[in-house]
């Protein structure tokens, strides 16, 4: 439907004759941003679940400099839209929103307010004047009208709202943060979002978070997602990239890809604007963000952060000020990948329960206090049914492609168990030329669907991701590699769940069998290319295979026989 069409269907002069369910009272959920529509598509469900006596409609205010992207969400949710003039012409017994700054028609229905961040901690430019206003206060006709309800998530900031706006006095309802109780159950589910978002396998994930505005985190440095996965070991972190959807509506996803695709082509993990911030922080290691909610988030749910950007217009005196002072900030231009080590080394468990404490009081109850304050505002009693708990988060689905490839540094040395290749890889998108030492050797490697045609025609190791389904294929795909990249000198593939052909220019085939987990092409091939340059053996050969400084595979090498040339 066009946003200027009226809604006959479940409201309008004659919606019944033609509606199927009879409800007794009728909820708007007003929607005008991306952030604020997600945040009640995401708790509304559970409050009104299997409730035929409230029907749900929601309006759609496209006044907001951010409302690019509203319309899409709410159709591809299923839900009934109709266009905010008529709003004014229908008598809904309640309006629901998480977007304050909102003109709702005149009339006497409660409008309910819930928080779409972490309580009244920033300040925002105001859309009816050139002055700043605190985000989340909604305008005077509705708090002078006695209509608007602010639900908020600790007393505190009843007293702040109180202290810099006299007018909200009696017009707040002590909830709790539904968000909040989600991502703390969700906890429970955090190998599984780990493993959807790859780093099941002992790597960690460090997420990038940043809010909206000159003063946030990629206003001030939108190359640090790109700097971080040059400084961190590709086969030991991953990289997510969490940006408001401020963001997304206000420049638009081509332009937030334009801008991160140097990282994009290194692997970092682009997480959409719509629900899968949750499950990436849920999953995530380390949190290096500014002044947001996410950022306050992470924090509460004691993960490791590191600040690297805090703007001025974050508010005194809130939680997210305690955050700035308790949590070490990062340094753009000292050694990241140190400062990353360090902040999850030296991360003390519950560090920042003072600032959970001060910006939600007694989770796990928001979603209960929530529904019993919608039925309240409505005048109809809550369900019979059990009180609402944190709905289960969705699936990590982000946007993502693989890392197609990498200077490679391998380091030779041994043991009392016998030889030792040390592997460190680095997206070549983002990283320079490795320099070589004694016994240190550097390489290029590549799948062999690397686009930048540049890179492909330079490398050493040409690898096929995916791997083949027999040996023989195996072998068909070394020789037709091997003639593709004449510049290359060994070639790469996965055979089963362990093994790996690597084939040379000189005809020679060498088996890598990992004697633990499956084994990356990549990896075998760095282990093969380090023995030939140090001159070690290839046949009957047991090498320990380290990963960083936390993963070590043994590698077995053996020479089949050699390729037949033609």
Request: hydrophobic residues 45%; contains cysteine.
């Amino acid at each position: 439907m066009h946003p200027s069409q009226p809604l006959r269907v479940p409201v309008g002069p004659d919606a019944h004759r033609w509606r199927t369910f009879r409800a007794e009272k009728t909820l708007v959920v007003a929607a005008r941003t991306v952030t604020s529509t997600v945040r009640v598509l995401e708790c509304l469900p559970t409050l009104v679940r299997d409730d035929s006596r409230v029907s749900v409609v929601f309006a759609y205010d496209l006044t907001s400099a951010f409302s690019d992207g509203v319309l899409q969400l709410l159709h591809d949710a299923g839900c009934r839209v109709m266009p905010w003039e008529q709003l004014g012409r229908i008598s809904p017994d309640l309006i629901v929103t998480a977007s304050e700054n909102i003109d709702v028609p005149d009339g006497d229905c409660p409008v309910l307010v819930l928080p779409h961040g972490v309580g009244f901690q920033k300040l925002v430019p105001d859309s009816r004047s050139a002055r700043e206003r605190l985000s989340g206060l909604v305008p005077d006709a509705l708090l002078e009208a006695g209509r608007a309800w602010l639900a908020v998530s600790h007393p505190e900031q009843e007293e702040q709202l109180l202290a810099a706006h006299p007018k909200t006095a009696g017009r707040t309802l002590p909830v709790g943060d539904p968000c909040f109780d989600e991502l703390l159950g969700a906890m429970r589910q955090r190998g599984v979002h780990r493993r959807e978002l790859g780093v099941g396998d002992g790597r960690r994930l460090v997420v990038v978070s940043s809010t909206w505005g000159p003063t946030s985190l990629v206003g001030q440095d939108p190359e640090l997602p790109a700097r971080l996965l040059r400084a961190l070991p590709y086969d030991e972190y991953r990289v997510a990239l969490v940006v408001h959807p401020n963001v997304w509506a206000g420049h638009g996803s081509w332009q937030i890809r334009t801008l991160q695709a140097a990282a994009l082509d290194a692997g970092l993990l682009l997480v959409p604007p719509v629900h899968a911030w949750r499950p990436a922080l849920v999953a995530a290691d380390l949190v290096i963000g500014d002044h947001g909610s996410v950022t306050l988030y992470g924090a509460c749910l004691d993960i490791p952060v590191l600040l690297a950007a805090f703007g001025p217009d974050a508010v005194p005196g809130t939680a997210a000020f305690d955050l700035a002072r308790l949590a070490p900030r990062l340094d753009p231009r000292a050694d990241l990948a140190g400062q990353v080590e360090e902040a999850v080394r030296a991360h003390a468990p519950q560090r920042y329960s003072p600032v959970a404490e001060r910006a939600f009081a007694e989770p796990g109850q928001a979603h209960a206090r929530l529904r019993s304050a919608l039925y309240g505002l409505m005048e109809l009693p809550e369900p019979a049914t059990a009180a609402p708990c944190a709905p289960a988060l969705g699936g990590a689905d982000v946007d993502a492609v693989p890392c197609r490839s990498w200077r490679v540094a391998t380091a030779v040395s041994a043991d009392d168990s016998g030889p030792v290749v040390t592997v460190r890889r680095h997206p070549a998108s983002v990283s320079g030329a490795v320099e070589e030492g004694a016994d240190t050797f550097a390489h290029l490697a590549c799948a062999e669907d690397e686009p930048d045609r540049r890179l492909a025609e330079s490398a050493s190791v040409i690898v096929r991701p995916g791997g083949a389904a027999t040996a023989v294929g195996a072998l068909r795909w070394i020789a037709d590699a091997l003639e593709r990249f004449p510049g290359c000198l060994l070639t790469a593939v996965a055979t089963d769940s362990r093994g790996v052909l690597v084939g040379l220019r000189d005809g020679r085939i060498v088996e890598a069998t990992s004697t633990g987990a499956a084994l990356d092409p990549g990896l075998a091939a760095a282990v093969v290319y380090a023995r030939l340059r140090a001159g070690g053996p290839l046949t009957d050969a047991l090498v320990a295979l380290r990963i960083g400084a936390a993963r070590t595979e043994d590698v077995a090498l053996r020479v089949r026989a050699a390729r037949q040339s033609g």
